[in-house]
């Protein structure tokens, strides 16, 4: 599934990127009646002064989108709430 992976105010090492692509594939097998190609993904992570982190994915796929957030005080708890909200939405 193509993917976009960005930040505005938080530098993502190739480690994070790789864990939130590791993520991303939990959603990506739910998918299976999908046709390749046919769904997108993007996700941003920025810091946040109050809550540490904050995780947005989108997923869009040919019949609907969805949109989560996860906050937490590390990058992987908010990446990991995103990704959990996601999974349950789909």
Do not use: Y
């Amino acid at each position: 599934m193509p993917s976009q992976i960005t930040s505005d105010n938080f530098h993502l090492s190739p480690a994070n990127q790789s864990l939130i692509e590791l993520k991303i594939k939990k959603v990506e097998n739910k998918l299976r009646d999908v046709g390749d190609g046919l769904s997108e993904v993007r996700v941003v992570v920025n810091k946040a002064p109050k809550f540490g982190f904050i995780a947005k994915v989108e997923l869009s796929i040919p019949s609907a989108s969805f949109t989560c957030k996860g906050t937490g005080f590390s990058f992987e708890g908010a990446v990991d709430d995103a990704v959990e909200e996601l999974t349950r939405q789909v």
